[in-house]
């Protein structure tokens, strides 16, 4: 339950997959990123012609990494719906005519869309080099982005059993009580995924600690790698705006001091700076952006965390 003074809101299942599916449009970035785009659905086929339709694509063109996206609802049976689904997307990713039809579908949103055309140029990502970026993109392998309203066992040990890395994300929908047209979403905190075959394939590493998403500015503070009190470091500029620093002040407990306000991970304190410089950006990943003294950001400082083989405390 949420509660808000008197207002509550309750958990309630959502009215059916295409809900889910219109919500992961209108919030892909809390999936995929603050540097991703989303395209929509598009029939694509198997070598034998085989018809297939996943739920969107994801391009993060920070990360160079594409997502075949299937939103599920997880009473839908693993073995006789989502199982098949993504096989057969995951076949017709491989045809050449399917990477054209990503490629022009990419393209033309960077043409149309100004949002999307501003995340190419924060990347100082030139028009003339797009379509080869997004070429070279879709010639890695695409990562299974699924989208879920609760993850079961069987669903688990299937994403395991791919060799194509699979990111489980759980999305929760709330009504308020006696009022159910009023409709909340909660989304996962930083991008975490629930079930992410990647990170834990390199926590499986003999000199692996633990995962990407597990760390918290906290862990950084344990570990000597921050101190309370230390100064990060963050500049922007808006488009069309001037260029803005931001400073904020690591707590003990690793929450960061902000704008006269305290946040719980570096993200939400990145977004409220760059908002308060003018921008309308929904998104950003604080750990890229802010910085020590030293200039190093703080996902440098979590992946030397991640890759020492002795965490002080434990």
């Known amino acids: 339950m949420l509660i808000f003074k008197d207002t509550k809101f309750i958990k309630a299942p959502f009215n059916n997959e295409a809900e889910l599916e219109q919500v992961i449009v209108d919030n892909y970035e809390y999936l995929f990123g603050p540097t991703s785009f989303y395209l929509p659905k598009a029939k694509i086929k198997t070598a034998d012609g085989v ?45 050449k005519i399917t990477k054209r039809t990503i490629v022009d579908l990419a393209v033309n949103q960077y043409k149309s869309d100004p949002y999307t055309k501003e995340k190419f140029d924060e990347l100082k990502i030139a028009a003339l080099n797009v379509h080869q970026l997004i070429g070279d993109i879709l010639e890695t392998e695409p990562i299974i982005g699924v989208p879920i309203d609760g993850v079961t066992n069987d ?35 930083e ?43 963050m500049a922007y500029k808006p488009k069309n705006g001037q260029p803005q620093k931001y400073e904020a002040i690591v707590s003990e407990d690793g929450s960061l001091d902000l704008l006269g306000q305290t946040f719980s991970s570096p993200s939400y304190a990145a977004l409220a700076g760059i908002q308060d410089a003018g921008s309308d950006r929904k998104t950003v990943n604080g750990w890229t952006s802010w910085k020590t003294s030293n200039n190093k950001t703080l996902a440098d400082l979590r992946d030397q965390l991640i890759n020492q083989t002795v965490y002080n405390g434990q």
């Open 51 to 95: 018809g297939t339709i996943p739920d969107g694509y994801a391009i993060d063109i920070g990360q160079r990494k594409w997502y075949l996206v299937e939103a599920e609802l997880m009473h839908h049976s693993v073995w006789n719906h989502i199982a098949p689904q993504v096989t057969k997307q995951i076949l017709a990713s491989h045809q």
């Open 155 to 189: 669903l688990r040990d299937w994403a395991r059993t791919l060799r194509y890395n699979v990111k489980l994300w759980v999305v929760n929908k709330f009504v308020e009580l006696n009022r159910p047209e009023n409709i909340v979403y909660e989304f996962p905190e």
């Open 191 to 233: 991008f975490k995924p629930e079930l992410d075959t990647e990170e834990e394939s390199k926590v499986q590493k003999p000199n692996t600690v633990f995962a990407k998403y597990d760390v918290n500015l906290s862990d950084l503070v344990k570990a000597n790698l921050l101190t309370g009190s230390e100064k990060l470091f």
